[in-house]
């Protein structure tokens, strides 16, 4: 009867859902969830999905499992590991920019759902959760930072300690999205986050959480800071990963 009274409508295809779905069968399905594919045992980037038209998941077989990206062989990241739930696109992306840019603070709550029921099974143990900070400039404009609702979610979830104010953003960037050169994005963030004062992270492991992970350079240079400031391994959960151009 409620359900006739108050139809519910997918957030992300806007059509009415008979069931009590938070997202239609449709766009979950659309969703494609990196959990089975291979990735590169330490930045975590799919192999194969973004330079061919192999798009299914006929990378099942884990005969690259342990292998390492050119990036990582060339020892590019200082965090010890980086891993995503999704690929940037379609649903899940739409659910992003509503909840990033168009105030739709309840797509949050799914968001952190999906991070939750998807949860990357080889990061290892961690006792803080820090959210990429957004600079005060944008933060005053949207008025909430998704990281720290995703951050604050893991925490509770994992148990962990979650760090709001730990990591600062000094200097406001362009989002790395919308960069296509990878020294420019490197450029783009180098020295924009510090540590609060008086904060240590001594001989913690930290996982950084953000919404996207492009080229890696902002979590790298997050995870910069929490090694100098004494954090002895930082891994980095992104919800989506997008191709870095
Ligand atoms: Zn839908
Ligand atoms: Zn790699």
New binding site residues.
């Given amino acids: 009867m409620l359900d006739i009274l108050f139809p519910k409508i997918c957030p992300s295809c806007k059509k009415v859902s008979l069931k009590n779905e938070k997202l239609c069968k449709t766009c979950l399905s659309d969703i494609r969830f990196l959990n089975n594919w291979n990735l590169?045992?330490?930045?975590?980037?799919p192999f194969g999905y973004f330079d061919s038209n192999n798009k299914d998941n006929s990378m099942l077989e884990s005969d690259s499992a342990g292998h390492?990206?050119?990036?990582?062989?060339q020892n590019?990241?200082c965090f010890e590991k980086a891993r995503s739930i999704a690929i940037y696109e379609g649903s899940i992306r739409d659910l992003i920019i509503g909840f990033k840019y168009e105030g739709k603070l309840s797509y949050g709550e799914l968001l952190l759902e999906i991070i939750k029921t998807n949860f990357p099974e080889d990061l290892d143990e961690f006792d803080s959760v820090v959210p990429v900070p957004l600079h005060i400039d944008k933060l005053r404009h949207r008025e909430y930072n998704q990281s720290v609702i995703f951050a604050s979610g893991i925490a509770k979830h994992n148990g962990s300690k979650c760090d709001l104010f730990g990591l600062k953003r000094i200097r406001d960037t362009v989002p790395q999205i919308e960069i296509k050169n990878e020294n420019e994005r490197r450029r783009n963030v180098k020295g924009a986050f510090s540590i609060s004062k008086d904060k240590s992270y001594k001989d913690e492991s930290v996982l950084i959480v953000d919404d996207v992970f492009t080229s890696g350079s902002t979590s790298d240079e997050c995870s910069k800071m929490l090694l100098k400031s004494g954090a002895y391994k930082v891994q980095v959960l992104t919800l989506t990963r997008a191709q870095a151009m």
């Fill in positions: 590169c045992s330490k930045c975590g980037v390492l990206c050119g990036k990582c062989i590019s990241y």
